[in-house]
């Protein structure tokens, strides 16, 4: 059974820092690429950072040089270190798994919410 658990959200002041964690298990970790995404109330769900299997990473434009995403293979882990956090950053976090031609092969986290607010 695939399970990807995230870990880390919670409400911090706008400037401040966050960093997310997600555990997976049941899967070969290292063979998947790895994925941050988030949705805020009312808007579609949208990538926030990607790290390939090999380690290259990709974010969306709105979080580049605030974020940094990365992987530990023996924990079977990825973060996303998030600093000067805006309140537009406010969204659930959700964590996930992709493996394939088009990423056939894909799971998902439940979500951590992330509040950005004074």
């Known amino acids: 059974q695939v399970q990807l658990v995230e870990s880390g959200g919670g409400l911090v002041q706008p400037g401040g820092s966050l960093r997310l964690s997600c555990a997976a298990s049941g899967i070969i970790f290292s063979f998947y690429d790895m994925g941050w995404y988030r949705q805020a109330p009312g808007k579609q769900r949208e990538l926030v950072a990607r790290i390939t299997s090999k380690g290259s990473t990709n974010y969306a434009d709105s979080v580049k040089g605030r974020f940094t995403i990365s992987r530990e293979n023996a924990k079977n882990a990825v973060y996303l270190e998030m600093n000067s956090l805006k309140p537009e950053d406010t969204a659930v976090y959700y964590c996930?798994?992709?493996?394939?031609?088009?990423?056939?092969?894909?799971?998902w986290g439940q979500g951590t919410q992330v509040v950005v607010s004074s």
């Open positions: 996930n798994a992709a493996l394939g031609p088009n990423y056939r092969i894909d799971f």
